[in-house]
Each structure stands twice: as C-alpha cells, then as structure tokens.
C-alpha cells in the first residue's frame, strides 16, 4: 500500500486495498477487510480493478453469512454477497475465465445446481485455466456434488483440489478437510485422520 501511494497511482493503490483485504479476509477479519475496501472508490479504476473489488467484497459478505449460519442474519449477508457478485460477473465481461468462474459461484451460491455443474465442468477443462485456480474450482465442483449427495464424485474433485494446491505450495485446507470428512462418514477411518491431520497441519502454517 505504502509503494502504491508513493507512486501517486489509484489503480495500483485500489489493487493493493484489495489485496490487503482479500489477506484479512482469509485471516476471518472480515470488520478490518470491509474497512479496507471502504477506503476504495471503484468508479476510479479499470473494469479489471473493479471486478476484482467487487469480487473481494463479495467474499467478505459470504464468508459472514457463513460464519454466522443462522435465520436471522446469514440470509442478508447472502443477498448483499450474491449482489456484489453480480457487479464482479459484469465487470470481468473482458475476461472469459474470471466471468465464468463468476457466474458458476453465482449458481453454486443459489444452489442452481445443474448449472453451476455445467458451468464448473466448463472452467476446469478449459486448458487455459491455471493450475491454482484449477484447485479453487475442482473444490466448488466437488460442493456442487456435496450438495446434489454424489459423495464418490465430491470426493474426486476434492482430492484433485488438494492435488494442485499440494503441487502449488499452497497451505490450503479446505479441499483436504472436506474429503476427510467423507472418507469419515463412509467408514474409511484410517485415511480420513491422516487427512484431517495434513489439513491441521496446514491450518497451523
């Protein structure tokens, strides 16, 4: 942030706010991530800017809703969070893989199931697609199974989730932490500790 500032640049400045609240966010301080985003004004920056901040700020609202998980509260935050999401679906028109992965979050969000399969299936074989983000979406497709009761087939694309992030020196958890959960419920003990325990492992990193 201070570099941005030195260079007297708003894009830069609004990339490094929202990469700075995309950090406190992953961190759960979603109060200091609103405020980070607070001090950016959108209508400043390119549309790629743009989309990327409405985009944060739609996690932001999510991952509150997530975190509450109750009647009262949760359905605004999803509403406002599915809102924002919009905005970053029509922002990110100029970038083919960003706006589909937009638009499958979106249906994923709405439990629009079909269509959020037929959209992640899309993303994940399209060869343009890095193999960091191939992680993020295998792991929504394998929510979409979740969701639909595919168990056999949430858990392959949650292990090929926990495959690139392995591949990728990412300490993410989740993918890991959702395939153990299944190995769980079907009995197979053994593998799902051994899973659980790497993702302990990379929570603590």
Known sequence: ????????????????????AFSLLSAGLFRQALDSLETIDPDRLSSKVRADFFA??????????RFLDDDNFSPYYLERGVALLDSAIHYSRGNHLTNLAHRANRALLLLQLDQAEALFKKLITDPALPSRELARESASLGLVYLEKGELDAALDKFIIAAIADEENCVKENTALMLAAQILHDQGDYERSDRYIDLALEDAYF
Not at 1 to 20: D, M
Not at 56 to 65: A, G, P, Q, V
């Open 1 to 20: 942030v201070r570099e941005a500032q030195s260079l007297n640049s708003l894009e830069y400045l609004g990339q490094a706010r929202i990469r700075q």
């Open 56 to 65: 944060t700020k739609s996690r932001c609202y999510l991952d509150i809703s």
